[in-house]
């Protein structure tokens, strides 16, 4: 959020538009929300691609999208993004954090401003906090004056544990990616699951698009819908042994995630609920733990439901 608030506050000013996309993290957007009260105009789009582009026009400053979405997964066409941001000199900001280098390099496609939740995948370790913004010198320049003056600083022992975090971050992803497709092919087939969110899924909406955009994996998120309500999803969060219910991704413990009342908690409930983010989904952040593990632990849930 230190990242996010930097570029809010260093690319924004009074009558400019900002256009984000309404299945963000949820602090980013309540905190753009917040922007109306310094006179931005703020235009929350649906999450697809073409929604994206038909809210952004002339008076668009920034456009704050992520590479894959949280929780859902849905997967932006950014070039098609950028394209559209450079002909109405429109500054393109995309929030990394799901999809990471390993993945995807959205600088390669034209997109100025890259931010990430440092706290995730590159640090790795589920130990530390921090944010990074990478752009051209130039633009850096000028969102470094304002990071002095908000004190959106890494602290130096944060910094050294993202350092070392960042020695294994590529090992460390393709394990996440592999441990991740299984558990997603392993899920799709379980008769208590209504549904599997994963890219990587040959028949999910944006494997074609992921395919084209992600060279090495998928990334290491995914959600499914059970078949249940609350009451099965508590049962089931309360059976795992290796899995650990708790908010956050990316680090090396596998951990489960109820969206409702994390990610999402601060969205008006028929809002996420058109955004699929209902009652019966769950986000698995999985983990570098051995896979027959893993399977064994779900497993052994699942049959408690
Ligand atoms: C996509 C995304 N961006 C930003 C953040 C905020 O990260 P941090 O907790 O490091 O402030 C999160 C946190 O979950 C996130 O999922």
Same mark, same amino acid.
């Given at each position: 959020? /230190?990242?996010?608030?930097?570029? @809010?506050?260093?690319?924004?000013?009074?009558?400019?538009?900002?256009?984000?996309?309404?299945?963000?993290?949820?602090?980013?957007?309540?905190?753009?929300?917040?922007?109306?009260?310094?006179?931005?105009?703020?235009?929350?789009?649906?999450?697809?691609?073409?929604?994206?582009?038909?809210?952004?026009?002339?008076?668009?400053?920034?456009?704050?999208?992520?590479?894959?979405?949280?929780?859902?997964?849905?997967?932006?066409?950014?070039?098609?993004?950028?394209?559209?941001?450079?002909?109405?000199?429109?500054?393109?900001?995309?929030?990394?954090?799901?999809?990471? #280098?390993?993945? @995807?390099?959205?600088?390669?496609?034209?997109?100025?401003?890259?931010?990430?939740?440092?706290?995730? @995948?590159?640090?790795?370790?589920?130990?530390?906090?921090?944010?990074?913004?990478?752009?051209?010198?130039?633009?850096?320049?000028?969102?470094?004056?304002?990071?002095?003056?908000?004190?959106?600083?890494? #602290?130096?022992?944060?910094?050294?544990?993202?350092?070392?975090?960042?020695?294994?971050?590529?090992?460390?992803?393709?394990?996440?990616?592999?441990?991740?497709?299984?558990?997603?092919? @392993?899920?799709?087939?379980?008769?208590?699951?209504?549904?599997?969110?994963?890219?990587?899924?040959?028949?999910?909406?944006?494997?074609?698009? /992921?395919?084209?955009?992600?060279?090495?994996?998928?990334?290491?998120?995914?959600?499914?819908?059970?078949?249940?309500?609350?009451?099965?999803?508590?049962?089931?969060?309360?059976?795992?042994?290796?899995?650990?219910?708790? #908010?956050?991704?990316?680090? /090396?413990?596998?951990?489960?995630?109820?969206?409702?009342?994390?990610?999402?908690?601060?969205?008006?409930?028929?809002?996420?609920?058109?955004?699929?983010?209902?009652?019966?989904?769950?986000?698995?952040?999985?983990?570098?733990?051995?896979?027959?593990?893993?399977?064994?632990?779900?497993?052994?849930?699942?049959?408690?439901?």
């Amino acid at each position: 959020m /230190a990242a996010i608030s930097t570029i @809010y506050f260093s690319t924004l000013k009074k009558s400019d538009k900002i256009v984000l996309s309404a299945e963000s993290y949820g602090t980013t957007l309540q905190l753009g929300e917040k922007l109306r009260d310094f006179g931005v105009e703020v235009k929350t789009s649906w999450p697809e691609t073409e929604n994206i582009i038909e809210s952004i026009d002339k008076n668009t400053r920034l456009v704050l999208i992520e590479t894959m979405t949280n929780p859902t997964l849905r997967v932006f066409d950014v070039p098609e993004i950028s394209k559209v941001c450079k002909e109405n000199n429109t500054i393109l900001a995309v929030d990394n954090t799901f999809a990471t #280098p390993y993945l @995807y390099k959205p600088s390669r496609d034209g997109v100025e401003i890259i931010i990430h939740s440092l706290t995730k @995948y590159l640090a790795g370790h589920n130990d530390v906090v921090g944010g990074a913004v990478i752009s051209r010198r130039e633009k850096i320049l000028q969102i470094w004056d304002w990071r002095r003056m908000l004190g959106t600083i890494l #602290p130096p022992f944060e910094a050294f544990l993202i350092m070392r975090g960042l020695k294994t971050f590529e090992l460390r992803m393709e394990k996440h990616c592999k441990n991740a497709q299984i558990i997603a092919e @392993y899920l799709e087939d379980h008769p208590k699951i209504k549904e599997v969110l994963y890219p990587g899924l040959p028949n999910n909406k944006y494997h074609n698009l /992921a395919r084209k955009l992600f060279k090495k994996g998928f990334g290491g998120v995914v959600s499914f819908r059970i078949r249940g309500g609350e009451e099965e999803v508590r049962k089931l969060m309360n059976s795992l042994k290796i899995i650990k219910p708790a #908010p956050s991704l990316g680090g /090396a413990e596998s951990i489960l995630t109820y969206p409702i009342i994390s990610a999402a908690l601060t969205m008006p409930r028929d809002v996420r609920e058109k955004l699929g983010i209902t009652e019966d989904l769950l986000r698995l952040s999985v983990g570098l733990e051995d896979i027959e593990d893993l399977i064994e632990d779900i497993d052994n849930a699942l049959s408690n439901i």
